[in-house]
């Protein structure tokens, strides 16, 4: 059972800071890229942040300058560091994951279940 759980979300006012992680566990041998969407209510879901394996990284136009992904020392953790918030980014944060597992050759896409960013004063 592959699992992606994210934590670090909760409420915090204009201007503020969280960081969310999100950790991967399950019988996985690889991890590729890892990344973060965010959904908004009545949105679709939208790509925050994309880190690659080899530490490659890409941010939406929106969050560019606020906002930083990393990877954690274990290979299958990621990070989501998010300065000088906004009340638009107001969403369900999840964390993504291209995992190869135990007894494959190939990369699959995993989804977390998602964690609350709230903005507001």
């Known amino acids: 059972q592959v699992q992606l759980v994210e934590s670090g979300g909760g409420l915090v006012q204009p201007g503020g800071s969280l960081r969310l992680s999100c950790a991967a566990s399950?019988?996985?041998?690889?991890?590729?890229?890892m990344r973060w969407y965010r959904q908004a209510p009545g949105k679709e879901r939208e790509l925050v942040a994309h880190?690659?394996?080899?530490?490659?990284?890409y941010y939406a136009g929106s969050v560019k300058g606020r906002f930083t992904v990393s990877r954690g020392t274990a290979e299958n953790t990621v990070h989501l560091q998010m300065d000088s918030l906004e009340s638009e980014d107001t969403a369900v944060y999840y964390c993504?994951?291209?995992?190869?597992?135990?007894?494959?050759?190939?990369?699959?896409?995993?989804w977390g279940q998602g964690t609350q960013v709230t903005v507001s004063s």
């Open positions: 993504n994951a291209d995992l190869r597992l135990r007894g494959t050759t190939w990369y699959d896409t995993y």
């Open positions: 399950g019988s996985i041998t690889r991890v590729n890229s």
């Open positions: 880190i690659t394996s080899s530490g490659g990284t």
